[in-house]
């Protein structure tokens, strides 16, 4: 085993790695991967057979949201083993651990994809594009027989107006909106996830899709609404409905859009005023403050308004 520190796995958690793997494997190097903040991921190189093979190892250990989903280990490997399955440029499922018992918490193994997180990119188009063409092609995946099932984080029955808005009679329309009837839709595998975080690029492609433990069945409107909220705390609302174009461009005629999922992935964040995410500043992002996120939320929020108006005029005439 290589030396203990921060870097690197406990050596409970290397040696189940090892044996998941090839028990004769040598570990060469770990690193600890920035980003994950609701579990530690680590990478881990091992030689086996004469060449060396990479690895993620992802290590739940957030008792609070272990305690809503006891299950995340088994949930993220068969997630994973559905996404791969379907030929989804996902990671392959290795081991888990669903207890804990011989890893200290529950653990998954997973092989690890080539490409990097890109936040930052040279043409925001392609960019754009690709993460647009990337969720489509998740949400031609079929899910009827997935075992898990799309559930909102929120308790929108209790929700109430953010006190940090400077638009509270907007966030009452919201939530009037969001507490009407759910459009119909055809439920497809989804991520559940979807954000820049957790897309990886070489070069001006997309060469995979990371933390599938929120994958689901359910709306792929769900997802759409997720990223273009992300997009639109990161860079605005301009990149969120650029890409909504590009995944319409992409869906084509047999996918049908309704702004109440974008709305109702809005309204599952209110747990608190909204803040700089984690996950950027840990990939480099600077120029965010929490003032900025709440203004950017206020607008976005005032755009899906006009939306839902103009989406429904739009219907009423057809």
């Not at 992802?58 to 989903?69: A, H, S, V």
């Not at 900025?292 to 005032?302: C, F, G, P, Q, T």
């Amino acid at each position: 085993m290589i030396p203990q520190s921060e870097h690197t796995p406990p050596d409970r958690v290397l040696k189940w790695v090892v044996n998941s793997v090839d028990p004769l494997a040598a570990v060469q190097s770990t690193r600890r991967l920035q980003g994950g903040i609701s579990s530690i991921i680590h990478s881990v190189s091992l030689r086996t057979h004469g060449e060396v093979r990479e690895f993620v190892v992802r290590q739940f250990d957030n008792e609070e949201w272990l305690k809503d989903e006891p299950d995340l280990a088994l949930h993220e490997a068969e997630s994973l083993r559905w996404a791969y399955g379907n030929g989804l440029c996902a990671p392959q499922i290795i081991a888990f651990n669903e207890s804990g018992r011989e890893c200290g918490v529950p653990t998954v193994l997973m092989t690890r994809l080539e490409g990097s997180v890109v936040l930052n990119p040279a043409n925001y188009d392609l960019w754009l594009n690709g993460l647009a063409e990337s969720l489509v092609k998740i949400h031609a995946v079929e899910a009827d027989s997935f075992p898990w099932a799309y559930f909102t984080y929120n308790d929108i029955d209790t929700l109430e107006i953010p006190s940090w808005s400077s638009s509270p009679e907007l966030w009452s329309r919201v939530l009037d909106i969001v507490r009407g009837p759910k459009p119909k839709f055809k439920p497809c595998f989804i991520h559940r996830d979807y954000h820049p975080t957790n897309v990886l690029w070489t070069g001006n492609y997309v060469s995979g899709v990371v933390d599938w433990v929120n994958a689901c069945r359910g709306p792929a409107g769900i997802d759409i609404g997720h990223c273009r909220l992300n997009l639109a705390m990161l860079l605005g609302v301009q990149s969120a409905d650029q890409f909504l174009s590009a995944y319409l461009s992409h869906a084509g005629t047999e996918f049908s859009y309704s702004p109440y999922w974008d709305i109702l992935s809005l309204v599952d964040i209110l747990f608190g005023p909204p803040t700089v995410y984690q996950g950027w500043t840990a990939l480099g992002v600077t120029g965010l403050t929490d003032t900025l996120m709440v203004e950017r939320i206020d607008r976005y929020m005032a755009s899906l308004v006009e939306r839902v108006s103009s989406h429904s005029d739009d219907m009423n005439h057809k």
